[in-house]
């Protein structure tokens, strides 16, 4: 069966991620590939759904526990509905954020919560990226860019710069701990120049398929 290649952009609020996740399937496609753009929470129907439950409200509105299960459940369906079938049709997938976004923003937000996701995952969703693009960015310019968005989504940019610092040092141990897929990119650059380090990245790792 045709596999395509599942690329994933994780990072903090603020970090770029939509605008680089948008130059890369506009450089892929001009390349001639067959890119599906997507991302969580959402990325289906269903899951477009669950995404306004949780990212509008006030931010004790769940806890870390249900939330573990609402952005699961809108994953799941955003796999079964988009993800698997692209990937099989040899689609490459490029998803704004993914599982470890939970592993960072439900995962650490007490002792035992990381083991529930990654057990979660491992039952429910299974798909692990071939490659995950970590851009790194300093926690105050990435708190200051989301906070100048103005949009009704700010359940967790409402939890302020210990957030932000706590997912950014978060996430740089995940890149460790899942170093043979990620990759790290530095967001304090020009838009386009950080463009150019992802799809350089990416190029790479087409070509050892
Ligand atoms: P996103 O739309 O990517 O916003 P941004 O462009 O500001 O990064 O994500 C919205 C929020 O959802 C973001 O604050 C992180 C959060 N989130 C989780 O808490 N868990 C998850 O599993 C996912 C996918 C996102």
Redesign the pocket.
Known sequence: MAHGQFITLE?I???G??TQAKLLAASLRADGYDVVLT???GGSEGAEEIRSL??EGSPDRWSAET?ILL?TAA?RDHVEKLVLPALASGKIVIC????D??RM??GLRAPHLRKIVDELTDLMIQVEPDLTILIDLDPEVGLAR?KS?NTS?ER??DFGLDLQKKMQSGFLHLSSEFAHRFQRVNGDQDPNALAQDIYALVRDKLKCR
Do not use: I
């Open positions: 990072g609020d603020g970090s991620k939509s991302r969580e929470p949780v990212l939330e952005f994953r704004d954020r993914f599982a976004s939970t923003y439900q989301a968005r989504e967790f940019e």
